[in-house]
Structures are given as structure tokens and as C-alpha cells.
């Protein structure tokens, strides 16, 4: 077949794929028109000002659930939305109230996210079932949009939950302003594309999940319509497996620089490429040296709507060196971690991961999903054989929305662990999840 022919079928999908909305995105509409707008200084008299205004505002709110690094469990828009007269100032004020419940069976993790890493091995006999509940998710938000004559459109947004100690203590989670291309801020990070993560009723998420938050400067530009690229420099936080006894941290002094090309066919569809490069620093007590190593990473992923009812979520990452910036690894330091025929020398290993689910919607407000992800951890020979090789993580679930800012779900959830010894052990969680949001 000739390349015309090729070129000419892909895009009359792609024309198929954008003339019929996909039930996510009816389901986004839906939430978006539940927006009600309250006027702060009096509303406009003409009722034509006043509909142009409010379709205006709720394009902005629909817009708000097409962030490009906005997972399907963050924060809906706001309930309300406080607006002024000339609509060039809207404040609102949001949060929800999430509470899970869960149940081990069969050795029980140690903690409330159901991580792979952490499922202990051999089991713990006073831990083989476990029951709990959990108020962690829970969270409060403000989102200011505004223009003015100096700096355009601009939006500030802050968000904290309670997911602190024992799921109870509340914590900033983001702190950001956007001004035209640019973000400031605390921020997700360039590298990572929660969008592309299948939804999870469980807070920890797929395994190899990459959703580092940090204080960073992105410029992320769009050009010819469906192509984004974006830079940034990033806040560091290492995880440097030191002793401190033949090797220590040193202190970061470089940030990281991370890079993203994205190109989007439809709202809410889109492939990306990203890459992180990081500076890694640790000190010989031996010798009384410093020494500065290199740690990278890339990732490949995607979200698309093949069919108006499927949703498909992919991701995968290799790279060295970049552990600490999310996956099973964060529970560790693999940063860097020690040789294993000399102690004082630290090295950046090798790991990667993959996550892919499928989503199917029975209407726009009800839908299952399976999952399944990897992360694999590559350290030289000789390293401790009770030491992490890998782990597997895969779930289903059903979320359904009762009303568009009440919704129900509940989840089975598989982890396995193996260590570098070939020593491995399942573990099993069932999930419940009740949220409502304003």
C-alpha cells in the first residue's frame, strides 16, 4: 500500500475520532456545566454579557480537566466560581472529602498504599490479614484566572491534602502560577505525565508511576496546533544510598533539567517523549574526595480514545540514576548505591518500568478499568541477594459517579515482590473509595 493510501486512512480515523465526543470527555462536560458562577461586584445587566461570560468561564473550567499533567484522581474544578463584573478576575474555592477502606488477606502489606516493594518477605505471621480505613486523598484547593494588562492571563493555584502521617496530616501538595507558557512554582514535574496513568482507587498508584512534585520554571509553548515542547529546571531530591562511614551524601548544588515534545491529535489524546538529566553527588571517607556522577532518565507515554467507549493509558521508562523520582524505587535510595567489591565507590544502576491499562466506559459516568505495571530494578553482580529484583502490580476497578461530584469505586489489587535472590511473594488487597467533591 503506498504511503498516500497510509497517510490518507489515519487521517480519516483521526477526522472519525474527533467528530464523536468519547464518553470521558461527556463525562468532563457534564462537570464542567455543574459550575455554578457567583458575580462579587454585580452582574453585567445585559443577559447576553451575562450568558457570554458564563459559557466563557465554563470553556476555562472544561479546559481545567485537560491540564497536561492532571490525573483522573486529582481535584475536580470548583463547585463555585467567584466572579467579577468586567470577567477579568475568577477565584474558586474547591476541595473533596475522600475515604477508603481496604482489606489484606494473605500476608497484609505494611502500609496504607499498596506498594510491591514494601510486601515483606517472608510474611509476618501476626500480619496475615489486615482491615483499615483511611482519610488520605482528602484535599482543599484554590484556583485563581485573572487578566490584566501587564502580564495577560494568568492562573495561581494552590493545593494541599491530608496525606501527611498516617494519611491524616495536612500537607502542601502544589503552589504554582502560569503566565502564558511559563509555570513557577511547585509543580509537577516536566518529566512525568500523570494523564497518561490509569485510574487507581489505591493512593499508591501503578508501580512504576513517575509523579515527582518539585520547585521549578517551565516554559512549555504549543506550536502548529497539536505539538507541545517543554523545559524546565527542577528542585533536586536525591536518594543516595550512603553509609556514612566509607561514603556520605554531598549536598545538591546542581538543579535537574528536564525536557518533553508532545504531540496531541484531540483534547485529552496525546503521545509524549520525556527525559530528565540529573547531577548525583556523594564523598570517599576514604580517600576525602568528592565525586559527581550523571543519572538520567526517558519515558514514552500516552493516553488515547480508539474507541468513544475505551480509554488506553501507557507509559515507559529506563534510565539510570533517576529512582528517586517515583516508581516502587522511591521507597529505597537507588540513586546511588554502594559497588559490590568496594564500599567507598557508588554507582547509578539501571531500572525500568511499564504501565498499561484499559478503560472501558458502560456509560459516561460508569466505568472499568484493568491494569497492570512493572518496575525492575538492574544493579551489578554481587549485589545482596535480599535486595529488590522487581515488582508487579496489577488491579481492576470499577468507578461509578452517582452524581457528577459524587462517585463510588471499588478495586481488587495484585502486587508481587522478587528479590535478586529469586525469593519472591504475592500479596492481595481489596479497595473501597467513597469522594465528594465541591
Not at 535480599?386 to 463510588?408: H, M, Q
Request: net charge neutral; aromatic share 14%; proline share 6%.
Amino acid at each position: 500500500m503506498k504511503s498516500s493510501h497510509l497517510a490518507t486512512i489515519f487521517a480519516f480515523f483521526i477526522c472519525l475520532q474527533a467528530a464523536a465526543q468519547s464518553m470521558p470527555d461527556s463525562q468532563i462536560s457534564e462537570k464542567a456545566a455543574s459550575t455554578k458562577v457567583v458575580y462579587i461586584d454585580g452582574r453585567p445587566e445585559s443577559e447576553t454579557l451575562r450568558q457570554n461570560d458564563i459559557d466563557s468561564i465554563r470553556r476555562k473550567v472544561t479546559m481545567f480537566y485537560y491540564d497536561q499533567f492532571r490525573h483522573f484522581m486529582d481535584p475536580d474544578a470548583p463547585y463555585f466560581l467567584f466572579m467579577s463584573k468586567d470577567n477579568n478576575f475568577s477565584m474558586g474555592i474547591g476541595g473533596g472529602v475522600r475515604m477508603r477502606a481496604y482489606y489484606d488477606w494473605g500476608g497484609a502489606v505494611p502500609s496504607s498504599a499498596f506498594a510491591p516493594y514494601t510486601i515483606p518477605i517472608p510474611a509476618d505471621p501476626a500480619r496475615m490479614r489486615h482491615f483499615a480505613t483511611v482519610p488520605s486523598g482528602t484535599y482543599l484547593f484554590f484556583r485563581v484566572i485573572g487578566n490584566n494588562s501587564v502580564f495577560g492571563e494568568y492562573q495561581l493555584y494552590i493545593e494541599s491534602d491530608f496525606t501527611g502521617y498516617q494519611g491524616r496530616d495536612f500537607k502542601l501538595k502544589k503552589a504554582y502560577a502560569t503566565v502564558h507558557d511559563f509555570t513557577f512554582g511547585y509543580a509537577a514535574s516536566t518529566f512525568s505525565d500523570p494523564a497518561a496513568l490509569s485510574p487507581v482507587v489505591d493512593a499508591a498508584g501503578p508501580n512504576n508511576k513517575f509523579s515527582a512534585t518539585s520547585v521549578l520554571v517551565r516554559y512549555m509553548p504549543q506550536f502548529k496546533q497539536h505539538w507541545y515542547v517543554g523545559v524546565s529546571v527542577e528542585t533536586p531530591s536525591t536518594m543516595v544510598a550512603a553509609d556514612n562511614q566509607n561514603t556520605r551524601p554531598v549536598s545538591e548544588w546542581l538543579p535537574d533539567f528536564a525536557a518533553l515534545v508532545q504531540y496531541e491529535w484531540q483534547q485529552g489524546q496525546h503521545v509524549r517523549l520525556s527525559g530528565i538529566v540529573r547531577s548525583l553527588s556523594y564523598r570517599d571517607m576514604v580517600t576525602s574526595t568528592n565525586h559527581n556522577l550523571a543519572g538520567w532518565g526517558v519515558q514514552l507515554s500516552s493516553e488515547a480514545h480508539p474507541h468513544n467507549r475505551i480509554t488506553t493509558y501507557l507509559t515507559a521508562n529506563y534510565g539510570k540514576g533517576y529512582a528517586g523520582l517515583g516508581s516502587d524505587l522511591l521507597y529505597g535510595a537507588y540513586d546511588l548505591v554502594a559497588t559490590p567489591d568496594d564500599p567507598t565507590k557508588l554507582y547509578a544502576p539501571a531500572s525500568y518500568g511499564w504501565n498499561l491499562g484499559v478503560q472501558y466506559n458502560f456509560r459516561p459516568n460508569l466505568f472499568a478499568t484493568i491494569s497492570a505495571s512493572e518496575t525492575r530494578f538492574l544493579p551489578k553482580d554481587g549485589t545482596n541477594p535480599d535486595e529488590y529484583k522487581y515488582g508487579i502490580f496489577g488491579c481492576a476497578n470499577v468507578f461509578w459517579s452517582i452524581l457528577p461530584r459524587v462517585t463510588v469505586a471499588a478495586e481488587l489489587d495484585y502486587g508481587y515482590r522478587r528479590n535478586i535472590s529469586g525469593v519472591g511473594r504475592a500479596a492481595h488487597r481489596a479497595n473501597v473509595m467513597a469522594s465528594f467533591t465541591f
